[in-house]
RNA sequence: GGGCGCGUAGCUCAGUCGGACAGAGCGUCGGACUUCUAAUCCGAUGGUCGCGGGUUCGAAUCCCGUCGCGCUCUCCA
């Protein structure tokens, strides 16, 4: 579409690609080039203070090292940034053009050919900001909820964010794999299909509060609790009994017992799967922990471990010492009936993982940090690479007034409901607005419902994702819900604002292969392409540090540019050569738009 | 009590591997729809960056202390 660079070169279609990396580029040339200059002044190169200057700073980037510079030249830092800037050089880069100095900051310009290879690369790419492949298999593991019930809104930090983790690690060019592992050998699953097998529907309390397997079968989950709590201490000891021979029979292996309990099991996590793709967060695999106790792998771990230096036998259990890893507490591995833990199994797990893949993330909640820490260490002793293991820890959701969730009491606010309410929401929304609709594309019922799930649910996960994961949230409906700037609809108006005015180039004729980027001189559009230059950059730094909030920060600072240059710029009002370049432009938003939102799992409306 | 995390505007949050006057949104107040979708834009208002020390040319950011909140310290998961 867009053809030629404004100098008139032509590069073959291969190059648009690789310029999709020109903010990365023009970072390196700023290095090279600013590295050269302190060499040539017989001056240090360790720390070269390079960052992005604040936004009234007309320059791409800045170096803050004539500060630094001061005591061991003896001269004042301004002085230093002019000497290092008259000797720079930026004769023969791509991108680097020009630098200067303000104050004590050494300030590098880009070329025109930045933002000519920005808009090429931006407005014919729909994959603009991918990366290139790494050739890294990363397995990221999120969720994993024990199947005891539907999915409560303290859990929906973790598919939320797993979700983007893995759209985040994929777009940073890695052969990415999402699993849930589930827990199907402990005690809640035991007591869970002894309360199954033994209550019957009349021994339940109230109806199912939706229409779906995991709200009938909770219930038996409940019910068995309340059981174990209150009833008589002799039947409570019989059930116990039960319970404690299922338990067996799965870490001896029976099969019948092990059919028992994936009956239940099944059927839950059945359930739970429906409402999580609501989202949508999808599995490329289930993987059940009794997998690593039938196929000996956690029985060959335990004697592994008992063979290292960390191990000992005391209280008549197998334990870890781990104080050389700052735990003071051992780490039991084997009961003193010689039964496995959920820790030992989830070794065995992960060395699965570090046999069949290159890097293992997984997202966890912060009460799993300590088991994740020992989990680690005893990694280590067996003679893994725990490099390859890493971890994004999130704290937890609060309800107003401090109420807690939890399955087994049947308290929370439950997924299903918080996205039924955010679509109704979001349909109130869309019908009010349907009345002062400007645009004459006639949306039908089906639209209506199109775009009341995709602003809904992408408000509730825009409001999860955005926020660093460190962090406790409150959830608020009104603040989860508000459809106004910050929020997914927001950015997903943007979106759909460029959709509107691709389909009007389009039936009026407008050609974005006509463009030349050197016409788009006004200051929102510079903004705008400088904002969209970036991309690559915030895909690849949100992917080093695992973090997809930033992503959604970008996210909106783009829709925040793209709205002030819709105003200020006509694109089909405008004579043919800006109108063409806008064009482009908007083609360029549009991609750089779609492809952050689908990193943070937010879908992208053509119409709204 | 020990370990870890968090504390930024009335509210919800960015910024946190030291750098240019601490930024948004919501709220409040005031403007802009005959103009590609007003889920928009423009302006005003609003801050002892929990508190106290320290390091530094420079600290919301690093160090020490302290207060508050959360998580955790099971032969649970």
């Known amino acids: 579409m867009v053809r030629g660079r404004s100098d008139g070169s032509e590069r073959p279609l291969a190059a648009y690609r690789e310029s999709a990396y020109m903010f990365r580029q023009f970072r390196e040339e700023v290095e090279t080039a600013l590295s050269a200059a302190l060499s040539s002044l017989d001056l240090p190169t360790d720390d070269l203070g390079v960052e992005e200057p604040p936004e009234d700073v007309p320059a791409t980037l800045a170096s803050s090292v004539a500060f630094r510079l001061a005591g061991v030249v003896g001269a004042p830092p301004p002085k230093i940034a002019v000497d290092i800037a008259e000797e720079l050089s930026a004769e023969g880069y791509d991108y680097l053009a020009a630098v200067d100095t303000q104050g004590p900051y050494v300030n590098f310009h880009v070329s025109d050919a930045y933002y000519d290879d920005t808009l090429e690369s931006a407005a014919t790419d729909e994959a603009y900001g991918r990366l290139p492949a790494t050739g890294d298999s990363v397995v990221v593991e999120h969720t ?126 059945g359930g739970m799967r429906e ?55 051992n780490l039991v591995f084997l009961r003193s009936d010689d039964t496995s833990l959920y820790t030992t199994r989830d070794l065995a797990h992960h060395e699965w993982k570090f046999d069949n893949y290159d890097r293992a993330v997984t997202v966890l909640g912060e009460d799993h940090k300590l088991q994740s820490g020992q989990l680690r260490a005893a990694l280590d002793i067996l003679g893994n690479d725990v490099n390859k293991l890493e971890n994004v820890i999130y704290s937890w959701v609060n309800l107003p007034g401090g109420e807690t969730m939890s399955t087994r009491k049947g308290t929370g606010v439950m997924l299903d409901d918080l996205l039924d309410e955010a679509i109704d929401r979001a349909r109130d929304e869309v019908e009010t607005r349907l009345e002062g609709r400007t645009r004459d594309d ?146 360029a938003s549009r991609n750089a738009v779609a492809n952050a939102l689908s990193i943070v799992g937010v879908e992208a409306p053509e119409s709204m």
């Open 144 to 269: 994993s909820a024990n199947p005891t019930g539907p999915v409560h809104v303290g859990r929906t930090r973790n598919p939320v964010i797993g979700d983007a983790v893995a759209n985040l690690l994929d777009f940073a060019g890695n052969d990415v794999e999402r699993h849930y592992y589930v827990n199907d050998a402990g005690r809640q699953m035991a007591v869970f299909t002894w309360a199954y097998e033994t209550f019957d529907e009349d021994d339940l309390e109230g109806e199912p509060a939706r229409e779906r397997v995991e709200y009938d079968l909770v219930r038996y989950y409940r019910k068995g609790n309340a059981f174990l709590e209150a009833a008589d201490p002799e039947e409570v000891e019989r059930a116990e009994a039960e319970i404690t021979e299922i338990l067996q029979g799965i870490e001896e292996g029976d099969e019948e017992t092990y059919a028992r309990v994936e009956t239940v099991v099944d059927q839950v996590l």
């Open 275 to 329: 409402c999580l793709e609501r989202l949508p967060a999808e599995f490329d695999e289930f993987v059940k922990e009794t997998r690593f106790m039938f196929d000996g792998s956690t029985r060959d771990l335990a004697e592994r471990l008992k063979e290292t230096d960390h191990a000992v036998y005391e209280e008549d259990a197998w334990q870890l010492e781990l104080d050389d890893y700052g735990f003071e507490k």
């Open 442 to 587: 006639d949306l039908d019922e089906s639209d209506i419902d199109r775009i009341a799930r995709q602003v809904g649910i992408g408000a509730v996960r825009y409001d999860i994702v955005s926020k660093q994961p460190t962090k406790t949230i409150t959830f608020e409906w009104d603040q989860a819900l508000n459809f106004e700037a910050q929020s997914a609809p927001y950015i997903q108006y943007v979106h759909a604002r460029c959709c509107g005015i691709a389909d009007e180039a389009a039936a009026a004729g407008l050609d974005a292969s006509e463009a030349d980027p050197a016409v788009l001189t006004t200051d929102a559009e510079r903004d705008l392409l400088a904002t969209i230059a970036r991309f690559p950059a915030v895909v690849e730094t949100a992917a080093d540090d695992l973090e997809p909030h930033t992503v959604a920060t970008f996210a909106r600072e783009l829709a925040e540019v793209f709205n002030t240059f819709y105003r200020e710029c006509p694109v089909l009002d405008a004579d043919e050569e800006v109108g063409a370049a806008r064009l482009a432009l908007v083609e």
